[in-house]
């Protein structure tokens, strides 16, 4: 597709199971970024990724948060023993490497945590 | 790190007028980039409108245009002849020489029949 492609739109777990959640960049984009976005709030920055390799992943919250990039273009967010704060709507973007471009968003998911 | 402040956590318009947000933006970069997203209760993020800190005329698309003041370090949006579909949060982004965007914690604007 021409867009950031996210997958799933919406997902509802447990408390304690572990999640993933796929982002899918636009062809050629080497930056890709991870964001999370509680209800009515702005973007919280997770980490950021050029190529498969992470330059900044100061923004996940904890040790249960990773990520990981393969091939230069698909990313898994992941998400271990899920707690109830981490409901929020994660939103991934790409990027062509740096200049003028902006971010493409995804139309992120939604992640509940019961 | 670039921060970048949005004052105005809520705004309203009358429809047909036209309403002004605020970002400022702390850098000691010379060349950088900023942009105005618009994000609807769909949550899809949408680019509004890119400024080039090299360019000092200001950015304009249709009924959208930018006051970009580089030494006051403010990029505000303008939205002339709002109308009902203008209702959304809107988010002032900065990017640098990295790959980094930063973002404000948005202004949410409602438009008013």
């Known amino acids: 597709g021409a867009g950031v492609s996210q997958s799933p739109s919406n997902k509802v777990t447990e408390k304690g199971k572990d999640v993933e959640l796929r982002c899918d960049p636009i062809s050629g984009h080497t930056a890709l970024y991870w964001y999370r976005q ?41 998400i271990q023993r899920t707690q109830q704060e981490d409901s929020a709507v994660y939103l991934c973007a790409s990027s062509p490497d740096r200049g003028r471009t902006e971010a493409f968003f995804g139309q992120g998911t939604r992640l509940t945590v019961v | 790190a670039q921060t970048v402040t949005q004052s105005q956590p809520e705004m309203s318009v009358q429809e047909a007028e036209t309403v002004t947000l605020s970002c400022t933006y702390d850098t000691s970069e010379s ?11 769909s949550r899809q993020m949408i680019l509004v409108i890119r400024q080039e800190a090299y360019k ?11 006051n970009f ?11 002339s002849d709002s ?31």
């Open chain 2, 31 to 41: 060349d950088y980039y900023l942009f105005w997203y618009k994000q609807p209760p």
């Open chain 1, 38 to 78: 509680s209800l009515g709030q702005g973007l919280e920055f997770l980490i950021y990724f050029q190529g498969n390799s992470a330059p900044d992943k100061s923004g996940l919250p904890s040790d249960r948060f990773s990520a990981e990039r393969t091939g230069g273009s698909v990313s898994t967010l992941t």
């Open chain 2, 56 to 66: 000092q005329q200001n950015a304009t698309e249709n009924r959208f245009s930018v």
């Open chain 2, 69 to 79: 003041q580089k030494a006051a370090k403010s990029f505000s949006l303008k939205i």
């Open chain 2, 83 to 113: 109308q009902l579909g203008d209702a959304a949060m809107y988010f002032c982004a900065y990017r640098g020489t990295g790959n980094q965007f930063y973002f404000g914690t948005g202004t949410s604007l409602t438009v008013i029949p």
